[in-house]
């Protein structure tokens, strides 16, 4: 939160989720290859409310001071999206309850109707769009573009450039950037990186990387943990001053057992679980206010989810939550650079792009644990 970041939070011990389901890889909507699943194994049911209602028929564009109209414009009947979609939703439509100041009209739609549902929604008289959730679909819409939209996924080259379109998604490089930072401002300057080669290890250490060139100018030393052994790993970080853990908890947990106890060791929320390893005890990480900030004014007056859910799958809810309370921003702003939340994904603000960033607040795994 931007009032108390850099904030070192306390990590908190929650109850205990079975480790099969506990990570899933990259949080999907970035991926888009995956479904989610709640603890249960059940698909997450999307909130019964008036909102939840089908698209109504076109009305009269909304005149000027009447309420706003956000269109939530999600692949809700997706097989591989649907459950994705229906998590975002609810934490969109709690969030509206909880600040019942717009109402909302969800729509269901997918890459290949997706420009055709967005036109049809604008006519109807949406003032914001959210959505949509796939790239594929970003780049149908964005060509179309003609009222303030927050796209929920980062987008590249392939989506063409619009002044109204914005972009908030669970973005670990942003992540991996920020730590790249944390360690600069702690002082850390021969850093190394800790990777084993998987897809989003491999995206963590080349974020990283790239941030810490572009910072001080210098290469950061890098060792492939898939590799190489443990005492590998510990040589290589003899000559460091600090780590990055570009891993898993499990990985992360045995490279941190490697290391020196007084050596700097730093990780994403990749290494986040309900349940903290004691192994990992001193690794300093970054998290959503949500996880690591329950009882902030700003977190906790949003409902947490009816059904337990993995962390990832968690992270898509209060993914809605900062949607709706960003489209209602953009609904109002006459500048919206301006913006400025704090939010229970992070403290946002639009960036390069107008892609709003994330800045997380820092947690330190506790030493009482072991």
Not at 243 to 248: K, S
Request: net charge neutral; hydrophobic share 45%; charged share 20%.
């Amino acid at each position: 939160m931007q009032r108390l970041a850099p904030l070192l939070v306390g990590v908190m011990m929650m109850v205990w989720l079975p480790a099969a389901r506990a990570q899933t890889p990259d949080y999907i909507i970035q991926l888009n290859d995956a479904p989610l699943n709640s603890v249960s194994g059940k698909p997450a049911k999307p909130a019964s409310s008036p909102a939840a209602q089908a698209v109504k028929p076109a009305a009269a564009a909304a005149k000027p001071g009447a309420r706003l109209k956000i269109g939530l414009l999600l692949p809700t009947e997706s097989r591989l999206l649907g459950e994705a979609a229906a998590v975002v939703r609810n934490g969109f439509e709690a969030a509206q309850a909880a600040e019942p100041v717009a109402d909302i009209e969800v729509i269901d739609a997918n890459e290949k109707n997706a420009a055709e549902k967005y036109r049809e929604a604008v006519a109807s008289g949406v003032n914001v769009m959210v959505g949509p959730l796939s790239r594929s679909g970003i780049a149908a819409v964005a060509p179309i573009v003609n009222v303030p939209t927050l796209a929920l996924n980062s987008f590249g080259k392939e989506v063409a450039p619009n002044a109204k379109l914005y972009s908030l998604s669970l973005n670990v490089e942003a992540e991996a950037r920020q730590i790249a930072q944390l360690m600069r401002e702690d002082g850390r300057a021969n850093p190394l990186i800790v990777s084993d080669g998987e897809v989003l290890s491999s995206r963590l250490q080349q974020a990283f990387a790239e941030a810490w060139r572009a910072q001080t100018g210098k290469t950061a030393a890098q060792v492939d943990y898939a590799e190489a052994n443990l005492s590998d790993v510990a040589r290589a970080a003899g000559m460091a001053d600090g780590v990055f853990l570009a891993l898993e908890p499990a990985a992360a947990a045995k490279v941190k057992q490697a290391l020196m106890p007084e050596l700097a060791v730093y990780a994403t929320s990749q290494i986040s679980t309900r349940s903290p390893d004691p192994q990992l005890a001193g690794t300093r990480y970054i998290d959503m206010p949500w996880f690591l900030m329950p009882e902030h004014p700003a977190v906790k007056r949003y409902p947490r989810p009816a059904e337990t859910l993995t962390l990832q799958t968690e992270r898509l809810y209060a993914l809605g939550i900062d949607a709706y309370r960003l489209a209602v921003e953009l609904g109002k702003a006459r500048n919206p650079s301006a913006i400025r939340l704090d939010g229970v994904t992070g403290d946002l603000k639009p960036g390069k792009d107008r892609v709003f960033e994330r800045q997380l607040p820092v947690s330190l795994i506790g030493e009482s644990m072991h």
